[in-house]
């Protein structure tokens, strides 16, 4: 499925206007996770699109495999209506868009009433979706963002109320380079947006490591009392050039450094003495911003090589 939407609409059988009583079987046939997983049928009855849309959204957003809407009145429309509804949720809702992958539906007559039965297929597991992270505005998204950098996460889906236009993988980058001492090595990522267009979106993260989690939740571990024992070196009331002095000293005496390139670049640098120019600008603002110190990364070239400075 794209981030259109795209998704499978099948008219198993159309028996309008015929007595059915198999409505109750069909339902039978999706299994069922959980029993909230159902919308009780004697409580959805739609006779109109609105009222059909309303329907199919609340199975959409309850993640139901199946479902039945009673509609004892709706009209002749009722086929294309139901075709539409469903390329409706599947394209433009965030869930159904992220989510669905086929909706299957019948029209027949149970406990007496011609009723529709829906049958949902997904592309994710359902419990993986109900673990959306709900996000009401974009400071929100990015907090979630930075926290599963943190912890390392290989994915994040986030459903966002207000959203707005914003470069993820540029924020990944950014937050990496601003906080060092969590983030061990920057991730490749991936970035999927449901639906395209709206003011509620679903987004799927994906983080690709070269290291893994474990090994990078222990790097954290190990550079972070570095960096707590760096503000300690500080400590008092000198002035501010005497403090940003005592920081670049704290970092250099610590070793016979040898240049070179590295995946995990802050943990090369702090425990191996190994490490490039934006290794050192980044460790070296970020223990100046750890002590109160204003201390800005400036990007270059130096013999016609990329380098940095603070």
Known sequence: MTAAGSVCIAAVMLLSGCS????GEYLSVAPHREDTNRINPENVVAS??????????????ACSESGLIYVPDYGSKLESDIEKVIRQVSTNHPIGAYALEQVLYEVGTGSGQQAVAIELKYLHDISEI??????KTMDNAKEEIAY???????????????????????????????????????????????PENGEQRVVELKFTYQ???DALRSMQGQVR?????????????????????QLYAFLMERFDYQYDTSITPVYSLLRHGVGDSMAFAMVYAAMCRNAGLDCHIVSGTRDAEAWHWN
């Open 20 to 23: 059915w009583n198999g409505l």
């Open 48 to 61: 109109n699109y609105p009222q059909l849309l309303q329907a199919m959204t609340a199975l959409v957003e």
């Open 211 to 213: 290291t893994s989690r």
């Open 130 to 135: 109900r673990r959306i992270k709900q996000c």
């Open 148 to 194: 599963a950098l943190y912890s390392c996460t290989d994915k994040l889906v986030i459903q966002i109320e207000d959203y707005h236009h914003m470069d993820f993988v540029q924020f990944v980058q950014d937050y990496a380079y601003e906080n060092p001492s969590e983030v061990m090595e920057l991730p490749d990522v991936s970035v999927g947006i449901y």
């Open 225 to 245: 009392p570095i960096f707590d024992a760096a503000v300690l070196y500080v400590s008092g009331d000198g002035q501010d050039i005497e403090k940003l002095n």
